[in-house]
């Protein structure tokens, strides 16, 4: 059996060995921070979708923000999946901590008012502002 080099071997634990945020889900309830959430295993752009439908919102992804693993692409952090990271919303004025259970917390965006018509989720990237296409994991089709 052929070894991974030591830079892929965290990688790889993180795909085979993943680590659902349940305690930090269960402290940002207690805390009463989280407005909505959901974890990221099928990938940020279906799944903010996701919650932008189940709430009624749309949402402003800022793709500065998004935490990139090192190698990886836009694209790759926009549609991949499998990270059981979570994504929630919280309302405005809430002080959100910059880490939660020793997990860091990264603002990517903000949700807005659902334009009739307009799209559900925008990426604002280096060419602009433009219409994020769910392209994660479909469970039963499109």
């Keep these: 059996m052929r070894r991974l080099p030591n830079k892929l071997r965290e990688l790889e634990a993180r795909q085979l060995y993943p680590q659902p945020r349940v305690a930090q889900g269960l402290l940002l309830v207690r805390r009463g921070a989280a407005a909505a959430a959901i974890d990221l295993s099928d990938g940020l752009s279906t799944d903010v979708l996701h919650l932008c439908r189940e709430s009624g919102v749309a949402a402003e992804i800022e793709a500065a923000a998004l935490p990139i693993w090192p190698g990886a692409t836009l694209a790759q952090a926009l549609h991949g999946g499998e990270d059981y990271e979570l994504l929630f919303t919280a309302r405005q004025g809430v002080r959100i901590p ?3 259970a020793g997990v860091p917390v990264t603002r990517i965006g ?4 659902r334009q009739r018509g307009g799209p559900e989720v925008m990426l604002l990237g280096p060419r602009g502002p433009a219409p994020l296409e769910a392209r994660g994991w479909e469970h039963f089709g499109k």
Excluded: A, S
Aim: no cysteine.
């Design 98 to 100: 910059r880490q939660i």
């Design 110 to 113: 903000r949700m807005v008012r």
